[in-house]
């Protein structure tokens, strides 16, 4: 479904300009920008955005759904909602399901449930395990011919246990991998032998400091190293998920750049951070416990500035949330027992957006970090930015009111926030998938919000043209 809708008097956040006047989009298209005011159309619907920013919407490269198989946690179309509910229109998710998705009959799976639940844009990566390189082929392609088949973003690489079955961590199986297959391969950089020894001298603690204790940044760095070793031998497109220790962003400083910008004919190489490894140290941890329990840990205040410092230097593409929801029984059962991960798309956007209004940056790198360079990252087309001629996927945001972050209010399904009790300012009011509102927020749907559609009846599979 594509529709037509004119946002009159906001505050729109373009790509080299911040501009109050108005915004068409026909067809599901943004049709036109204007300083003036555009004459409404009969056939369009016409919201007001007088006070509010209007941001393209956000994009969230790395989800888990959990779909199949865990819906007591999630599935894609709780998910998807509570993806709106933060002004996030587009997703790109993980294949860590029960099963795991490795072949093209389990893409295809996803790819049709997310047609059927979802209610914005919708990407998928295929998980590699050390013999699947022909399924990986089926899916992005071989080096001398990658393809882009809609709703198929790359491959997923678990170089160190986390969440699920997925492990790909001998540099043999890890070389073939890189050297045979086409497309984007994103890592989850944690060097497994490491993690095995380390564990002998963790395993009988019982306080939340020693997950980052284990899981410590030179296991991170190891894996993120041979990463990118790889890539740069074969000249393969690599991205580094979630990267939380300033000694890996150090070292990738000089390394990454976006595609765009890449200059030679070396491997294209780039990264992302989280909002929480943004926000929380090692006295969150302390204080709020396993709810804060996740792979890579959040780590120390010295990483914290330091991936504040590379974000701003541009050695740090991009923002993501891993939102990977866990009950909170599950949550409940105390370190080492209680499961990593932890609910995070819907609050992403306005906790980057308070970030902005308190000074840490601005709504201009806010837009660039969650929308305009995941689209250049992953080579999305017609998304990322308010030009005309791209998606009408937009999102109205209030920057003036506060609210607290209450679990009750969130969307996702284990009904939990590790953000809960934050104020934040920047939450959605409006949120346009290709023209048409999904969701809203207003005095009269109180702080949860609304959704406006039926589930399947908006979002498409995320064009992504193939890597060359």
Request: charged share 20%.
């Amino acid at each position: 479904m594509k529709g037509n809708v004119l946002v009159r008097n906001a505050t729109m956040i373009l790509p080299d300009a911040e501009l109050v006047g108005d915004l068409r989009i026909r067809d599901g298209v943004i049709h036109s920008i204007s300083r003036g005011a555009l004459e409404p159309l009969d056939d369009e619907l016409l919201i007001d955005g007088t006070g509010l920013h209007l941001l393209p919407g956000a994009i969230d490269p790395q989800c888990h759904f959990r779909d199949p198989g865990q819906p007591e946690k999630e599935d894609l179309g709780s998910g998807s909602a509570a993806a709106v509910s933060g002004g996030v229109t587009s997703f790109l998710d993980m294949p860590n399901n029960k099963p795991s998705i490795t072949n093209m009959e389990g893409m295809q799976m996803k790819l049709d449930t997310a047609a059927a639940k979802c209610v914005n844009n919708y990407g998928f990566f295929i998980g590699a395990t050390p013999n699947n390189v022909s399924d990986l082929q089926e899916a992005v392609g071989t080096p001398d011919k990658p393809i882009g088949i809609p709703g198929i973003c790359g491959i997923k690489v678990f170089m160190g246990s986390s969440t699920g079955t997925l492990l790909v961590n001998e540099r043999e199986a890890l070389d073939e991998i890189f050297s045979k297959t086409g497309g984007l391969i994103a890592v989850h950089a944690e060097d497994e032998k490491r993690l095995i020894e380390r564990f002998e001298h963790h395993k009988d603690r019982t306080d939340m400091a020693a997950h980052a204790e284990w899981r410590d940044d030179v296991t991170a760095l190891l894996a993120t190293q041979l990463a990118v070793e790889l890539a740069q031998e074969h000249g393969h497109r690599l991205h580094v998920l979630h990267l939380t220790s300033g000694i890996e962003a150090e070292w990738l400083n000089g390394i990454t750049s976006l595609p765009s910008q890449h200059e030679g004919q070396g491997a294209v190489i780039t990264t992302e951070t989280l909002p929480q490894h943004l926000s929380f140290n090692e006295d969150d941890v302390s204080r709020v416990g396993t709810r804060l329990k996740m792979n890579p840990p959040i780590r120390y205040e010295l990483d914290r500035t330091t991936l504040w410092s590379e974000l701003k230097a541009g050695t740090i593409q991009c923002i993501a949330t891993d939102h990977a929801p866990h009950t909170l029984e599950a949550k409940s059962l105390g370190f080492p027992n209680a499961p990593s991960g932890m609910p995070g798309v819907e609050t992403s956007l306005a906790v980057m957006l308070t970030h902005a209004k308190n000074g840490e940056c601005t709504v201009h790198d806010v837009v660039k970090w969650m929308s305009t360079n995941v689209a250049d990252c992953f080579n999305m087309i017609g998304k990322g930015r308010l030009e005309e001629g791209y998606d009408g996927d937009v999102v109205l945001v209030d920057m003036n009111t506060e609210r607290s972050v209450e679990d009750q209010n969130t969307w996702t399904r284990v009904g939990w926030s590790p953000f809960a009790d934050r104020s934040l300012v920047g939450w959605a009011q409006v949120t346009i998938v290709g023209g048409v509102p999904v969701f809203e927020r207003t005095e009269s749907t109180g702080p949860k919000g609304r959704l406006l559609v039926e589930p399947g009846e908006v979002g498409e599979p995320i064009l992504m043209t193939p890597w060359i």
